[in-house]
């Protein structure tokens, strides 16, 4: 697995004003990451898929390196934790998507763990066992978006750009 280390992302300004996805949403203007140091290739942002499905997983990497994601996946909450902070240099991630039942370190666990070591992070929840409280109870504190599966792949890449854009939104 190749890791980005923050110090090699560069911006690359020459992406158009507006991309338009397969769906017909207008995403404004982003700007590619590159780590030209390494492979000189380009992607939109980094996102962390934690599930335990293997077929979700797949399914969420899939759509999202097809529109230029850079993906990571974990089975769980606690590989999800370790990914995060392994190595000299933690890895670059922009969002995260976790399922919320999950062995080990479940994905209510992991998200109190992400919201405080990594605040900036949009959290995206992607859920089997839909419960509204669960849901009202995780957008007051913070979630991006409540996804409940099986996931339209244009809802999926859709919360994701809206995630990314929400947390430049509040860089400024």
Same mark, same amino acid.
């Given at each position: 697995?190749?890791?980005?280390?923050?110090?090699? /992302?560069?911006?690359?300004?020459?992406?158009?004003?507006?991309?338009? *996805?397969?769906?017909?949403?207008?995403?404004?203007?982003?700007?590619?990451?590159?780590?030209?140091?390494?492979?000189?290739?380009?992607?939109?942002?980094?996102?962390?898929?934690?599930?335990?499905?293997?077929?979700?997983?797949?399914?969420?990497?899939?759509? *999202?390196?097809?529109?230029?994601?850079?993906?990571?996946?974990?089975?769980?909450?606690?590989?999800?934790?370790? $990914? $995060?902070?392994?190595?000299?240099?933690?890895?670059?991630?922009?969002?995260?998507?976790?399922?919320?039942?999950?062995?080990? /370190?479940?994905?209510?666990?992991?998200?109190?763990?992400?919201?405080?070591?990594?605040?900036?992070?949009? $959290?995206?929840?992607?859920?089997?066992?839909?419960?509204?409280?669960?849901?009202?109870?995780?957008?007051?504190?913070?979630?991006?978006?409540?996804?409940?599966?099986?996931?339209?792949?244009?809802? $999926?890449?859709?919360?994701?750009?809206?995630? *990314?854009?929400?947390?430049?939104?509040?860089?400024?």
């Amino acid at each position: 697995m190749t890791t980005y280390p923050s110090s090699t /992302i560069a911006t690359d300004s020459s992406m158009p004003e507006e991309t338009l *996805l397969s769906h017909g949403m207008l995403i404004p203007e982003r700007k590619e990451r590159t780590a030209g140091m390494f492979s000189g290739q380009t992607y939109l942002g980094g996102v962390l898929v934690v599930d335990d499905e293997k077929d979700i997983r797949k399914l969420a990497r899939m759509s *999202l390196e097809k529109l230029g994601y850079y993906v990571v996946e974990a089975e769980d909450g606690q590989q999800a934790i370790t $990914l $995060l902070n392994e190595g000299e240099h933690p890895m670059v991630i922009d969002v995260i998507i976790t399922d919320i039942r999950m062995p080990n /370190i479940n994905g209510v666990e992991a998200m109190d763990y992400f919201q405080r070591e990594y605040p900036s992070i949009p $959290l995206i929840v992607l859920t089997g066992f839909p419960d509204l409280d669960l849901a009202m109870q995780l957008m007051k504190r913070g979630v991006t978006d409540y996804l409940v599966k099986p996931v339209d792949r244009e809802k $999926l890449t859709a919360a994701v750009a809206n995630a *990314l854009e929400q947390r430049r939104i509040s860089w400024f």
